[in-house]
Nanobody
Framework: QVELVESGGGLVQVGGSLRLSCAAS????????MGWFRQAPGQEREFVAG????????KYADSVKGRFTISRDNGENTVYLQMYNLRFEDTAIYSC???????????????????WGQGTQVTVSS
């Protein structure tokens, strides 16, 4: 049973930057694809970014392409989400999740992910 803990959220002005971290327990972190999702107040949870087990493949929601970068350090059992040029509409609780896929394909559906972290709040003010 892998456990995920997100950190790095906070309050930032429009145009600012944040780096989120997701630390995973256990020795099998490197076996799994990983993803970031977010949920804004009153909204459904949506896919943000995903990364394959070895970091070779990534996928992003259209709304964050060119602004967010997902990466991972398997030696540190950590996945990151670097966010630049933040917008008001990026305000949400950001959660990382363990993908069910072990292959090179990065999935975007919630059903394709298993264990979830509890999330970290990102608030972008204007």
């Amino acid at each position: 049973q892998v456990e995920l803990v997100e950190s790095g959220g906070g309050l930032v002005q429009v145009g600012g930057s944040l780096r989120l971290s997701c630390a995973a327990s256990g020795r099998h972190f490197s076996y799994y694809n990983m993803g970031w999702f977010r949920q804004a107040p009153g909204q459904e949870r949506e896919f943000v970014a995903g990364i394959s087990w070895n970091g070779s493949n990534t996928k992003y929601a259209d709304s964050v392409k060119g602004r967010f970068t997902i990466s991972r350090d398997n030696g540190e059992n950590t996945v990151y989400l670097q966010m630049y040029n933040l917008r008001f509409e990026d305000t949400a609780i950001y959660s990382c999740a363990v993908g069910n896929s072990w292959g090179p394909i990065v999935r975007i559906r919630e059903v394709d992910y298993g264990t979830w972290g509890q999330g970290t709040q990102v608030t972008v003010s204007s």
